[in-house]
């Protein structure tokens, strides 16, 4: 080899050895709560999050779509991608960063439910019946205070030109979030709501955040209620006049024949992008009551 190639080669060497990093701007995710908070957390910054399953599907389809519809998708989002904000610690089935990796080898994975550091911390995970994590944690508002904090240092490494702005951003999000605790926590004392019975599995993490006391579970789809299972719930309302029902549905006229409305509390556990979306000036509606 000449001279002239030799410092050619050394050249081209030296260039992809110390030329700086670029970022791609996107950040990608697949649950609202975790939109939410990169959303919440990137404003004024440039940086974009892509929602990427669709707005129809609940959290519950999510692996199956990943595994067929979806894959190319997520494939082509990760060429574009620097980070996936995923829900891996209390949802390992979490698919975004497993698919989306397969488009980029260096996309650097935001676990929101627990910090990947040797002082982890995490959210409040609670344990269910069946020994399963409860996946869906943001119900209890608490946890959103915790997330924020995880996403947001994580953020603010992975772009620190935003560090500030990030910062910032993170702390107007806490102080909404306790707003919104106070608001929850006004809510049920006004309706003097104690004692419940819940409709779904996804409300045990409202429940529990709520401190809220469960005396019964019902957590069979409607159409499978026996004549049994009707008449006990009945009894259980005319028999305790300060119980209330906790759905994730709208109330059925079944159920408003046994359970009078009024003592029917309806709570979207946000588990779909849905018609209502996330919106930016008001991150946090859907979790008021």
């Not at 409202?206 to 004549?227: I, M, T, Y």
């Amino acid at each position: 080899m000449n001279s002239k190639k030799l410092m050619m080669s050394l050249g081209l060497v030296a260039a992809s050895t110390f030329a700086p990093v670029t970022f791609s701007k996107d950040i990608l995710t697949s649950t609202p709560v975790t939109y939410m908070l990169s959303e919440q957390l990137m404003q004024g910054t440039g940086v974009e999050t892509s929602y990427l399953p669709p707005k129809r599907y609940g959290i519950e389809r999510l692996v199956n779509w990943f595994s067929s519809k979806g894959q190319q998708q997520a494939i082509k989002a990760g060429q574009d991608a620097t980070v996936a904000i995923t829900l891996g610690a209390i949802w390992q089935q979490d698919p975004t960063y497993v698919y989306a990796r397969q488009g980029n080898i260096r996309l650097i994975e935001i676990d929101a439910s627990q910090a990947i550091s040797p002082r982890a911390q995490g959210v409040a995970a609670l344990t269910l019946d069946n020994g399963e994590t409860s996946k869906y944690a943001w119900m209890n508002p608490t946890n959103l205070i915790r997330m924020a904090s995880i996403v947001g240092e994580d953020l603010q490494k992975v772009y620190p030109q935003y560090q500030a702005q990030i910062e910032k951003n993170q702390q107007v999000l806490m102080l909404d979030v306790r707003e919104l605790i106070n608001q929850q926590q006004e809510f049920i004392f006004e309706k003097e709501i104690d004692s419940v019975v819940l409709l779904g599995e996804s409300l045990e993490d409202f429940a529990s955040g709520n401190q809220l006391f469960v005396v019964d579970r019902q957590f069979k789809p409607e159409l499978e209620w026996s004549e049994a299972d009707k008449l006990s719930l009945k009894a259980q309302f005319e028999e305790d006049e300060t119980l209330w029902l906790v759905t994730d549905k709208r109330p059925s006229k079944m159920l408003i024949s046994l359970v009078s409305q009024d003592r029917i509390l309806q709570v979207d556990v946000i588990d779909r992008w849905g018609s209502k979306g996330i919106k930016s000036e008001k991150p946090l509606a859907r979790w008021q009551l």
